[in-house]
């Protein structure tokens, strides 16, 4: 975390500093956060309510297409999230903004439950479907991946001591590991896979049915809020961490 | 409790995992806060005692 943002006069640029503050930060985050936390509570209560007892049945897969509800939202988050930290990465590098290794450090924890629990309610989703737990197919070999690079720069966040080293080296690593997100994104047109091709986020527009399609975009925004909740926490830890290392160095070289 | 069928197993497991996944990351994310904010004040309170 770079203490003190290089300043900027032009508007959105100025904002996007201003907002960097880690002390400015805390300040709006810790009044955000409870209403964030109430809006993502109700809307995963109502998602997770339409899409087990309301949603239908699909005709073909029965009621094991229930588990999309959170296998889908995962899925997309598990990319959303790796594309945030993708973006942090070049915020690390290139901007130098003083909160971007802070929101990376934060996000891998998230990122990588989130693809976890892609992979884990796949395969249960995948038995009863498909009739197999697991196939080496593009695209779950690719998310699979995806949950080891989260694994390596977790990693690499705990092998470096020295934090703004440690932080040029994971957005490096970030980096190249975005190649990955195109290839999790297009594995099912690219290659023949078990896996179905996109029916949501597709040209011509959705192909699932409106009253299945409601409760996953719900489910899809709550999963994100609830993003947002985890990462202003975890972030909040982070910087009152940092805090304290400081502390702890000044009073160890005996430092007013 | 809705009648899933002889798939009832899958599902359920599928919502049990993503909710222990899910209150397992949220509290380990409020306790390493909780543990952070401990700490500063630890250390801020040991500075005022020098």
Known sequence: MNEQPAPRSDGLAAAFWSLANPGRFMQYSAAMLPWLAAITAALMAYGLYKGIFVAPADYQQGESMRIMYIHVPAAWMAMGVYSMMTLSALGTLVWRHPLADVSQKAAAPIGATFTALCLMTGSLWGKPTWGTWWEWDARMTSVLVLLLIYFGIIALWRAIDEPLRAARAVAIMTLVGAVNLPIIKFSVDWWNTLHQPASVFRRGGPTIHPAMLEPLLVMGLAFALLFGCLQIVRMQAEIINRRADRLALRQATGEA | MPDFGPQAGYILAAYG??????????????????????????????????
């Open chain 2, 17 to 50: 995992l993503f909710a222990l996944g899910l209150g397992v990351l949220i509290a380990a994310s409020l306790a390493a806060r909780a543990a952070a904010r401990r700490r500063l004040a630890r250390l801020e309170a040991e500075g005022e005692r020098r």
